[in-house]
């Protein structure tokens, strides 16, 4: 008689109860027919395919892309008395003959693979002439030009499903928006497959959302509050970092930092004492993170606007593991969209990745201009549906209070317009304030109807209508980078009076202030 799932969870793997859906996910696969599995991080995606693995007759062969994770997860399992192993181009010519040898003979329970190795004539004929149980296909998120972790080879996984009709698939993801899951469904031949999609919400974590004005005050506040406890500082730039984590030092606050032009030796020195060391703040890029489980994390602050929502969701996701109550805080300024446009714009990527870069950072935008429940947002761009408010959020917590700014918004849009669209915000604000100088006069925009109407305002109550306009997709950024804006769609609905534009009170006019620079 076949060993139960539960017999396996309880004597392999030492676990009294199956979480969330995973026993549902292990009887499909026993069934033997195929799923798609969506859950987060730390959500325990591997005893999907391990237990059923167990359970089936043959060699349950799993593709993974990352030769690191590959390895500990066979020393875990070896460990537990599975017989696992893993084939990748760190084996010597000798180790993989035998890890061929064992396949083979059916003394496999488990074999890791790295897709170009599976892909291989040889390794597939390999694969006909054994006994496999099932094929799971890790970080299917891979195969999706949405992400940044495209592989072009976990494209050709097709074939798994051509030449092995009969055997089950499980595709697995923590990146789990719509258009990637869609594109896993269709590259990956999942059309039959049943989908167990997990909540992405993180309940523990509170999220809050700033402007940013005098980042350093901003951040030693914050910090101020959070004496001794382990956190995360994500900076977009290695010298921000670098800056960063000296002046919090000097503050009396033990921070060190973390990017790709640090020696690995310095890197690895940096994330072993984070991982060991209670009360450490990392200060970091985005090259800080990965595979990184502490699970006492107890903030993640972001100084700059993250690349996309899934890189907001993953580096806010490392606070918190523990369960116990984290913050995700962010302070962000109209600059961080112009230099990200040019990032983007100056990047080798392909115009079309350009594109997908460039709706990614809008709806980060859209996101971070929000008035409504944080949760909701975030939850959404993972295709799910989340009734606020939360009650842990800044907006559900303080609900932020907003204006009708049809008319300024109808402003705005037509200085853009009557300038040409060649300009950045700053240009326009100066029409829009009238602002006298000599280039205003050469350029002759001091005779547009628009030049003074927006005299009432000051440049910082334009800054934050501008803002708003392009996070709600009102105005675009250029795409080269320039901070020209343009006009969109539905844009005109505005000026015809068809569109009510409710902004975030602190663009408001107070008062009919004094015109005044300000950074
Ligand atoms: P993921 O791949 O989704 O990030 P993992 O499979 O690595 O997650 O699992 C995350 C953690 O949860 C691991 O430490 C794992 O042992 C643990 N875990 C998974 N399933 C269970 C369970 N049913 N009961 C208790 N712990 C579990
Ligand atoms: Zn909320």
Known sequence: MLPSPHDILHSVFGYTQFRGQQQAIVEQLIDGGDALVLMPTGGGKSLCYQIPALVRQGTGIVVSPLIALMQDQVDALREAGVAAAYLNSSLGAEEQREVERRLLAGELNLLYVAPERLLTPRFLSLLERTEVALFAIDEAHCVSQWGHDFRPEYRELMVLHQRFAQVPR?????????????????????????????????????????????????????????????????????????????????????????????????????????????????????????GIDKPDVRFVAHLDLPRSMEGYYQETGRAGRDSLPADAWMIYGLSDVVTMSQMIAQSESADERKRIERLKLESLLAYAEATQCRRELLLAAFGETFHGPCGRCDNCIEPPKTWDATVPAQKALSAVYRSGQRFGSGHVIDILRGDDSTRMTDLGHDRLSTFGIGADMDEKQWRSVFRQLLAMGLLEADAEGYGTLRLTKTSRDVLVGNREVRLREDARPVRASRKRRDS
Do not use: C
Request: net charge positive.
């Open 170 to 290: 499980i595709a697995l993801t923590a990146t789990a928006d719509e258009r990637t899951r869609d594109e896993i469904v269709e590259r990956l031949a999942l059309q039959q497959a049943r989908q167990f999609v997990s909540s992405f919400d993180r309940p523990n974590i509170r999220y809050q959302v700033g402007l940013r004005h005098n980042a350093r005050r901003q951040l030693l506040d914050f910090l101020e509050r959070r004496r001794g406890e382990t956190g995360i500082v994500y900076a977009l730039s290695r010298r921000k970092v670098d800056e960063t984590a000296a002046w919090l030092t000097e503050a009396g606050i033990e921070a060190l930092p973390y990017h790709a032009g640090l020696d690995s030796a310095t890197r690895n020195a940096h994330q072993r004492r984070f991982l060991r060391e209670d009360g450490l703040v990392m200060v970091a890029t985005v090259a800080f993170g990965m």
